[in-house]
């Protein structure tokens, strides 16, 4: 489809540059009639002053120069109009439409980001996104231009020449034949490189963040040539984009030099014979080359806009997925328990958790337990409303005695509840100061909370060593931290979010892969935040850790194929 309606309905960018583009088209229109009869009466005039022997009036060649350079200027200021806003229109479009996907997986939780689709995703928010610019930009416009142009020319042909109109009218059908039957190889080569190009993207992913374990296995020369056949095969789909972009393109351009020349015969002949007076086949022969050419550049721009057509089908196709709803209700009392009821999460071929069934009560310590791929990390996204259960529900219950349903609660408002303390926490680029604030209700911590954290989670040190302190810059993934510095700042931000509020803690395997150092910091939050009330939820191997549990719940998986639990 050249224009999917659903990318007008997800950018509001893309509808103004609708209207604008069409305005400019228009009055394109209007400058190349203005053009055509300028120069065919003013070419005509000096034609037959020559002819008879007389001069033609210095005073009407200097109008018609005039308004010819006119007309150009404005037809020059009108393309550079387009192209302007045409860039600006494409940004915003990009912008918008990134957002609008980012903001539908992000309300998708990580049910939307099994498997690769991970590692696709993040292909097509950046550098997939980024090839819309030339559909934006020149083949829209360009198409706009033939709905607008092309006929508008066509019209005024049929009121100055009917044969030239006639023969005009016959070939431009046959022109969008050819490129339809052209593009239909071209979309499914490009929607082919996409795909090539979303593998090479997760190869990549992969094996960067895989490097140092391939380093410490001695294998990471190994991937290679694995890198290398995904790559070349990334390079023959897009060899075989550019031979057809070119092919086709030669097509088009020998098909409608063809049209325009029949036009341009048929004039001379009938000019030669006396049976068409020379300013109408002059301008008719100005617009001849102009019906043709939005075709013409339809034609061109359309290889360069088909990895950008083909990564937005892909945006609004993921935009299409449902989405759960949003629950409204907020709490308004202290939490004093949440409950798991028969929580049953499937994908795949199988069940993790099957059936769980459980209760964490405030100022006590639960700790779900369970093999790997049990599904004790589901338990605890579907806790935090990342995830939606197969299944079963979660109950929240609070100090007034009521009871919600966690799919009724507004998920933003409960998260703000919750602290969540993950395996690998997300540190991202900033200072120390940024990091142990990050989502944190209320703004920045304060020199005061972060003096009273750095204690109680072991960043004292980390802050000491370094001039800068709480300033001291973190790099990306937290390149400059060690793992269990990495640790110790999630620590701290759990640690001011019960500061804040916050009444559930939860923890994800919060000391795996850590030195003993690290694991008595965690274990210390956790004895912190039980005194301090809170619901805390634990999942975890070690027995370091679920010896400080109140209660151990056993988690297990279900096998769809073969049936039973594991």
Not at 237 to 262: D, I, K, P
Not at 327 to 343: F, K, N, S
Not at 418 to 445: E, H, K, M, Y
């Amino acid at each position: 489809m050249p224009l999917d309606p659903r990318l007008l309905r997800v950018s509001a960018a893309s509808r103004r540059w609708i209207l604008v583009a069409a305005t400019i088209q228009i009055a394109t229109a209007a400058t190349i009639v203005a053009q055509a009869f300028l120069l065919g009466s003013g070419l005509a005039g000096m034609v037959d002053a020559a002819t008879t022997g007389e001069q033609f009036p210095v005073a009407d060649a200097q109008r018609v120069a005039g308004w010819l350079l006119v007309v150009v200027t404005i037809r020059a200021c009108l393309a550079w109009a387009g192209e302007r806003f045409g860039q600006r229109a494409a940004a915003q479009t990009i912008t918008q439409l990134r957002a609008s996907l980012l903001d539908h997986v992000s309300k998708a939780g990580p049910a939307g980001l099994d498997g690769d689709r991970a590692t696709a995703l993040t292909v097509l928010a950046t550098r997939g996104l980024n090839a819309l610019d030339a559909y934006l930009v020149r083949y829209l416009p360009q198409l706009l231009a033939t709905s607008i142009i092309t006929p508008a020319l066509l019209v005024v042909t049929f009121t100055q020449d009917l044969t030239s109109a006639i023969l005009m009218t016959v070939t431009l059908p046959l022109v969008p034949v050819f490129m339809a039957l052209v593009g239909w190889t071209t979309q499914s080569l490009s929607a082919a490189r996409t795909v090539q190009l979303e593998r090479l993207g997760a190869q990549l992913l992969d094996l960067i963040s895989g490097i140092p374990t391939l380093r410490a296995l001695g294998r990471a020369r190994a991937q290679v040539r694995r890198v290398r056949m995904v790559g070349e095969n990334y390079r023959r789909a897009t060899n075989a984009v550019l031979r057809q972009a070119f092919l086709s393109g030669l097509v088009l351009e020998l098909f409608t030099t063809l049209a325009v020349a029949v036009v341009a015969v048929g004039v001379g002949l009938r000019l030669l014979h006396g049976g068409l007076d020379l300013r109408t086949g002059l301008t008719v022969l100005v617009l001849a080359p102009e019906v043709f050419l939005p075709l013409r550049m339809v034609g061109l721009h359309f290889h360069a806009s088909a990895d950008g057509v083909a990564a937005a089908s892909r945006a609004l196709a993921v935009l299409d997925e449902p989405v759960r709803a949003d629950g409204t209700a907020r709490v308004g009392a202290a939490v004093t328990a949440v409950q798991w009821e028969d929580v049953r999460v499937q994908r795949r071929a199988e069940a993790a958790p099957a059936g769980l069934t459980a209760r964490a009560d405030a100022g006590r310590v639960l700790a779900l337990v369970g093999a790997n791929g049990s599904g004790k990390s589901t338990a605890l996204a579907v806790l935090l409303g990342l995830r939606s259960p197969t299944s079963g529900t979660v109950l929240v219950h609070t100090a007034d005695g009521r009871t919600y349903r966690l799919s009724e609660v507004d998920r933003a408002h409960w998260q703000q509840l919750c602290a969540w303390l993950p395996q690998s926490p997300l540190i991202l680029p900033g200072t120390l100061a940024d990091n142990v604030g990050f989502g944190l209700r209320g703004g920045p911590p304060t020199a005061a909370e972060l003096d009273h954290v750095a204690v109680q989670a072991g960043l004292a040190e980390v802050v000491a060593e370094h001039p800068a302190g709480w300033d001291r810059p973190v790099g990306n993934v937290g390149s400059g931290l060690s793992a269990g510095q990495r640790q110790r700042v999630a620590v701290a931000r759990s640690l001011v979010a019960v500061r804040r509020g916050a009444q559930v803690v939860v923890l994800d395997e919060p000391s795996a892969h850590l030195d003993a150092g690290t694991e008595h910091v965690v274990a210390a939050a956790i004895r912190s935040a039980r005194r301090a009330g809170c619901v805390v939820v634990l999942a975890a191997h070690r027995e370091q850790l679920t010896a400080l549990a109140d209660q151990t719940v056993p988690v297990t998986a279900e096998s769809l194929i073969a049936g039973g639990p594991r």
